[in-house]
């Protein structure tokens, strides 16, 4: 395991700055010598960071080693976002509380989160990372598609379209024909696009995550049913 106690107070320093915000940097070893590069943090929660793109290239440059963060909350201890973005990025995460300065350093480990009962984090746990979860879960393996964390609002990014869809090896299907392991895609209102996925279990349920709750089951019908756009089902399964 990186040790990073070297750069320990450049990296307390850093989370001190922002004590009402989480800070986020980068461990790198630019010329062999280990540095810490501290980061802006352009999430929209205070809770959350998220790295800015020009601050990740100029970090990638030097050779990047481990991710950095900090909590607000007086522990390190690892969220799930934490974890799965630990295993997503393939790099030690080293997390430091304030007011504490308590840290906590993780490594991938081959961790998933559940599919029940998982706090939403945009891009990373949300709607699309359960669906692609629960199919790894029974054996069918979902592309993943590099997202913003707010995607379903950024008008840039069109996730939930038929080109993906085919990408991922599923087909659109009338609604009538509705199956377990199909996927129903929604569009809720709160963007003129679909914005929204779930997982039908079967028996009037299915599986999905919504923004700011946790994962679960739910009955399939009334808003749900009405917001539907279409259903879709994997190739393997037709």
């Not at 990047?64 to 909590?71: D, K, N, Q």
């Not at 007086?74 to 300065?101: H, N, V, Y």
């Not at 599919?115 to 990373?124: A, K, P």
């Amino acid at each position: 395991m990186i040790d990073l106690t070297p750069i320990f107070d450049k990296i307390l320093a850093h989370a001190q700055e922002t004590p009402e915000r989480e800070c986020c940097g980068f461990a790198t070893v630019p010329k062999g010598k280990l540095r810490y590069h501290p980061c802006r943090n352009i999430a929209v929660s205070a809770l959350e960071f998220q790295i800015h793109p020009e601050d990740y290239i100029k970090a990638e440059a030097d050779g990047i080693v481990a991710v950095v963060h900090s909590h607000l909350h007086g522990s390190p201890e690892p969220s799930m976002a934490d974890r799965a973005g630990c295993e997503k990025s393939g790099l030690p995460w080293f997390i430091i509380a304030l007011p504490t300065a308590a840290y906590k350093v993780i490594t991938p480990e081959g961790y998933k989160a559940p599919l029940l009962g998982r706090t939403f984090t945009g891009g990373l746990l949300d709607c699309f990372a359960l669906a692609k979860d629960y199919f790894a879960s029974i054996g069918i393996d979902v592309p993943e598609f590099e997202r913003e964390p707010d995607w379903w609002e950024d008008p840039d990014t069109n996730l939930l379209i038929p080109e993906n869809f085919a990408k991922a090896g599923f087909r659109i299907l009338p609604s009538e024909s509705l199956m377990p392991d199909d996927v129903i895609v929604m569009q809720n209102g709160v963007t003129a696009k679909a914005n929204h996925i779930g997982v039908y279990l079967g028996d009037g349920v299915f599986l999905h995550h919504s923004k700011d709750r946790l994962s679960c089951r739910q009955p399939y019908g009334g808003y749900w049913q009405k917001n539907t756009s279409c259903i879709l089902r994997h190739e393997s399964r037709c």
